[in-house]
């Protein structure tokens, strides 16, 4: 009988649900620009221009209709264009040069902000990238719950250069090959649905992801040390891995103030509402209003020198586990930044 | 023994005899004998000396019977009630009221009724006392009744949070708290996250909390302080006793081992791995935890003068969150004590005091594993004397003089760590302090206690002091020069006084009315980036940026007793005034960090509050209803934005909780079972809230702006218990405590997250550390 009443009480433990929604008073609800700003020395510069939304409006809105472009002391001047969603891009070649020191201008309507003035420095390089087989708890695409799934996590070494105050930032851009099954197609918002309709395409597709780790680092306890073992990033075998994934790191030297803006955002994210966090604080960027320093505008400016590390992963040689087939009965074109561009090499 | 220490009511009949009457005049004594809660005791028998006269109450509990004139001694008995002996002068015709209570509670019947928490006719206020058997009744948490838990259902003090086990008095953070375990400064009180206290409450004798009026005896922190007294052994015979809870395990036994010398000993073990392996979430279920503690005193009676006593304490604790990181603490205390008596006027105590916090958090993330040590030595020596041979008069002075010895942090990298070493210097100061107090009576209705402590702080090196450029926000890039101490050299000093001052009127023989006056000064504070005291806390001497923290507080206080302690009634109204208080600079880093002054920011605090505190003391139902409304604010406004908050304007500081309710009841069900409750209610603690959300890098944010401009929804929570005495029989002891904590599942926030999940738009969530009721059962045993 104890032992029945025992398994009752300890049920009651088990009941779940420690993290609810709640209601706040959303009166001060305010919009303020959001500007993520990347400008480098290689072909992976970009501007996007957002807004940020109350909480009562769950959609993206973007700033399209905004000039946009970088000057350097040295006399540069870069012009950004819109592409689609609030994204700009420079021409093609236009690169950051290690030393030069740029800021970023908007105009907007009446509205004129600028960056604060960023330098350029000498990017450390990445001596390996390497990768270890792990279980990881990992948010998917249109998933509420996180999911427990096997994959790599990727690790980069690095030497750290002495008697230099160095800060770290990673990046990391993926090609992903995949195989769908369109042919097996199953319709189901028509009349007299579910019922099969099989496609015609297409079953090979790459898809690009650009990711933005919110990792950073500091040589403040290592400095002048060969640098192992930094834990960047997780790539699930499930659709990622089943056929080809070609990966590259960036890792890019930025500064103190850039440092500071990301290890905000990195704690920002890493939030689980324990006693361990710190409490949360406003990001402060280096974009300002120039007529209304008051304004806030969200986000940074991060003119960095990058090194780049790439690594390709196939699924037969993954040998920690047999990796199963991806099924995804649709056209390939339907995953998210998924096209059938074969990439340059492949 | 105990005994005598009953409560006894006396309701005369006066029936005027003439003067000169013959001598041998008879007279009628008679009377009604009830149990503790009222009940009238039917069959009761009353011998009566001399004469050997046995008389028994009838019903309704009542008897009658006629006496010559003269003084006796009343024996009352009744089956399974305590005897109860009294001596009446019979000299007119009397009637008395006789109360008898239950052999098995005779402990808790004496303990609830003989110690108010407050006394009307003395010039203390603000302070609150609590006995081990009061806290024992109380509900427990996974079947541990909790000091610190107690303490945060007494009126003008609020918790830190569920799974914390700091508290926040009048305003004041978690490290303005000076709590003491038999005279000893404990750093870290917490065991297993925070859900138990390192007072183990089995060997517990009781607790006082001062916190307004505080006597000039006591300082080095400026809101509170907890003064926890651990029992000593006994001196009759040798007493055991067990207990069992779902995850802890107590054995402690005490008694004599000479006829002067006597011992405890007490040991304590938590087992919470099966529990953790239960909960949903991974990262729990992956956690472990362990704690024990172990307690020691001694008390040698060497003559009627003299007597010497130790207290040691010994605690160990660990938990490991899943992945890579691992904490584990210990806590070393120890006092020794030589209580002198000069002669019948003049006592004093000589105490030697030891409080050593060690620290280590091991990270074993292959390239990042190190150890990172930390900790604080303390001693302390002091003098204690009291001289009472003045008429109305208690003049109460000694000094003291203390070494703080920190370890900021001592970081070893091992295997294929990365990291360098790094080790800070050691934190190290001096706190010397002298007082004087005087308590006197100057008529019936006026008393007055007035005192003086004397403080003086020395840091000293070695130490590296940055000199910081002028207009600019400090930071490590904004040092222009470095001054070097070497060890033992003189760095900074600080020092001040503390007048403390009360005073009482009687507005009767019930009530009163008091004021207290008082400043008090803190030479060290815990820097801590959370809300709660954790294990990556640092703790940090006053230096050339951190000055001192000093607090002036004024309370007015109305005092009510019942005349037969059934009730008493308190309320106080306090204004408080913190200077130098400490809050951080966003993204501010904690760990390792020779510029830790940089990444704080300084500014003043206010605090107000009424506090009301209905007490019931007797009778079937007992227990008290506490009341409060505070505020507490904090003012930063630094030379530049990044060193103010808010614009500088006043905000709610972490610890305003405005509303705070709590009803603590414990009823007689039945001789053998009670019933105890408690209900805690506050408002929310405040937070950064957020006024939008973006899209940054195809992550969803929270925009936060300001700081604690929004609040968590309101705290409440209902826990009860039932506790059983079995039958006492000859030589054991026997209870059983079956608690539920949280009855109505109520899932507090601890904290909020602005969160997106797919599906869902952005919004709040929050965060409960319990979300349901959790039962326990606990079983002790004395013998």
Not at chain 1, 32 to 41: G, I, K
Not at chain 1, 104 to 127: C, M, R, T, W
Not at chain 2, 427 to 446: C, I, M, P, Q, R
Request: hydrophobic letters at 35%; glycine letters at 6%; aromatic letters at 14%.
């Amino acid at each position: 009988m104890w032992r029945r009443l025992w398994t009752l009480l300890l049920l009651m433990l088990l009941l779940p649900g420690c993290v609810d929604p709640i209601e706040f008073e959303q009166e001060d609800q305010q919009e303020h620009l959001v500007v993520e700003a990347t400008f480098s020395n290689l072909d992976s510069s970009y501007v996007r221009l957002s807004y940020s939304q109350p909480y009562r409006y769950p959609f993206n809105k973007f700033e399209e209709n905004a000039t946009v472009y970088i000057t350097s002391e040295a006399g540069e001047y870069i012009p950004f264009y819109h592409t689609q969603s609030g994204l700009y891009k420079p021409e093609a070649e236009a690169r950051a040069q290690i030393g030069h020191t740029y800021q970023l201008h908007l105009q907007i309507g009446p509205n004129s902000y600028a960056s604060k003035q960023v330098k350029v420095l000498e990017p450390v390089p990445i001596d390996s990238v390497y990768t270890e087989f792990a279980e990881v708890e990992v948010g998917i695409w249109g998933a509420r719950e996180k999911a427990l799934m096997p994959g790599y996590k990727f690790f980069v070494d690095y030497t750290d250069p002495g008697g230099l105050i160095n800060f770290y930032r990673w990046s990391v851009t993926s090609v992903i090959e995949v195989y769908t099954q369109p042919w097996d197609y199953i319709d189901y918002s028509c009349i007299g649905c579910p019922r099969p309709a099989p496609k015609d395409c297409c079953a090979h597709c790459w898809i690009y992801e650009r990711a933005q780790l919110y990792k950073v680092q500091n040589d403040r306890l290592s400095d002048g040390r060969k640098t192992i073992h930094q834990e960047l990033h997780f790539v699930p075998f499930e659709r990622d891995l089943q056929a080809k994934n070609k990966i590259t790191i960036y890792q890019h030297a930025i500064s103190e103030e850039a440092y500071n803006f990301f290890k905000v955002v990195e704690q920002q994210q890493q939030r689980t509402g324990t006693v361990f966090d710190p409490p949360p604080s406003q990001l402060k960027g280096n974009i300002y209003n120039v007529e209304n320093e008051d304004e806030q505008v969200i986000g940074f400016f991060d003119a960095s020198a990058v090194s780049k590390k790439e690594i390709i992963i196939n699924r037969k040689n993954i040998k920690e586990m047999n990796v199963g087939e991806y099924v995804y009965p649709d056209d390939c074109r339907e995953i998210r930044n998924a096209t059938t561009r074969k990439p340059e090499g492949w | 023994m105990l005994l005598q220490k009953l409560f006894l009511f006396l309701l005369f009949l006066f029936v005027l005899a003439p003067k000169g009457q013959a001598q041998q005049q008879q007279y009628t004594l008679s009377g009604t004998v009830r149990s503790a809660w009222g009940e009238r005791l039917e069959e009761a028998y009353m011998v009566i000396n001399p004469g050997n006269k046995i008389v028994a109450t009838g019903e309704k509990g009542r008897f009658s019977i006629t006496l010559e004139e003269g003084t006796y001694q009343i024996i009352c008995q009744y089956v399974g009630m305590e005897p109860f002996s009294y001596e009446v002068v019979l000299n007119e015709d009397l009637d008395v009221n006789l109360e008898l209570v239950q052999r098995n509670f005779q402990l808790k019947q004496v303990e609830i009724t003989t110690q108010p928490t407050m006394d009307v006719n003395s010039t203390h206020l603000g302070s609150t006392y609590v006995d081990q058997k009061l806290l024992a009744r109380m509900p427990a948490l996974l079947g541990e009744a909790d000091v610190i838990r107690s303490v945060s259902s007494l009126p003008g003090v609020v918790n830190a949070g569920e799974g914390t086990s700091g508290f926040y008095v009048r305003g004041g953070s978690a490290d303005q708290n000076l709590i003491l375990l038999d005279d000893a400064p404990v750093f870290n009180a917490n065991h297993l996250f925070g859900f138990f206290s390192i007072y183990n409450p089995d060997v517990l004798e009781s607790y006082e909390l001062h916190r307004s009026g505080i006597s000039a005896k006591y300082g080095s922190r400026i809101s509170s302080i907890l003064d926890v007294k651990m029992q000593d052994g006994n001196f009759e015979k040798m007493r055991y006793q067990v207990g069992l809870s779902p995850i802890t395990a107590k054995l402690s036994a005490d008694g004599p081992i000479t006829p002067k010398l006597s011992m405890l000993v007490a040991l304590r073990g938590a087992y919470p791995d099966y529990v953790l392996k239960l909960f949903p979430s991974d990262n729990i279920r992956n956690s472990s935890g362990y704690f024990y503690d172990g307690n020691l005193k001694f008390k040698y009676q060497l003559n009627e003068k003299n007597n010497f006593s130790f207290s040691g304490y010994y605690s160990a604790d660990g938990f490991k969150f899943p992945y890579d990181t691992t904490y584990h603490w210990t806590n070393t205390l120890g006092t020794l004590k030589w209580n002198h008596l000069f002669n019948n006027d003049f006592a004093g105590t000589l105490t030697l005091v030891k409080s050593l916090y060690q620290n280590t958090v091991e990270g074993i993330a292959t390239g990042e594993e190190f150890k990172l040590k930390s900790g604080i030595d303390y001693a302390q020596v002091k003098a204690d004397l009291g001289y009472y041979g003045l008429d109305q008069h208690e003049l109460e002075f000694g000094t003291s003089a203390a070494l703080y010895d920190i370890q900021p942090g001592d970081l070893i990298p091992y295997g294929t760590s990365s990291l360098n070493r790094r080790t800070q210097d050691r934190d190290k100061g001096y706190e010397y302090t002298a007082y004087l107090n005087d308590s006197f009576v100057l008529n019936e209705k006026l008393s007055l206690s007035i005192g003086l402590r004397y403080s003086f702080f020395r840091k000293v090196g070695p130490a590296e002091v940055y000199l910081y450029a002028e207009g600019v926000p400090r930071s490590e890039t904004s040092v222009y020069d470095t001054l070097r101490y070497s060890s033992g050299e003189a760095v900074q000093h600080y020092q001040g006084l503390e007048p403390r001052f009360s005073v009482k009127y009687s507005l009767n023989a019930k009530s009163s009315l008091k004021l207290g006056l008082s400043r008090t000064r803190q030479y060290i504070q815990l820097i801590s980036n959370t809300a709660a005291i954790t294990p990556v806390d640092v703790w940090k001497l006053s230096n050339k940026y951190m000055e001192p923290q000093v607090a002036d507080q004024v309370t007015v206080g109305y005092f009510y007793m019942h005349p037969e302690r059934r009730y008493e009634f308190t309320w106080e109204v306090y204004y408080r005034k913190l200077y130098n208080q400490l809050d951080y600079k966003d993204g501010a880093v904690i760990l390792l960090n020779p510029t830790l002054e940089a990444d704080l920011l300084y500014g003043e605090g206010e605090a107000y509050g009424s506090e009301w505190l209905l007490k019931k003391s007797k009778g079937r139902l007992t227990g008290w209803l506490s009341l409060s409304y505070s505020r507490s604010f904090r003012t930063i406004a630094g030379n530049t934005p990044e060193e103010t908050i808010n614009n500088g304007a006043p905000y709610p500081s972490n610890y305003d909780k405005p509303v705070n309710i709590s009803i603590f009841t414990n009823y007689h069900l039945t001789p053998k079972w009670t019933f105890s409750s408690n209900f805690n209610y506050s408002t929310g603690r405040p937070i950064t809230g957020s006024d939008s959300w973006f899209n940054y890098h195809g992550n969803i944010f929270a925009n936060y702006y300001g700081r604690n401009q929004e609040r968590l929804p309101d705290y409440h929570r209902l826990d009860i218990s039932f506790n059983y005495t079995f039958r006492k029989s000859e030589r054991v002891e026997k209870n059983l405590s079956i608690s539920v904590y949280n009855l109505y599942f109520r899932k507090n926030a601890y904290s909020t997250l602005f969160q997106h999940y797919f599906g869902a738009p952005p919004m709040a969530y929050r965060l409960a550390v319990i979300g349901v009721a959790i039962p326990s059962v606990s079983y002790n045993i004395k013998f």
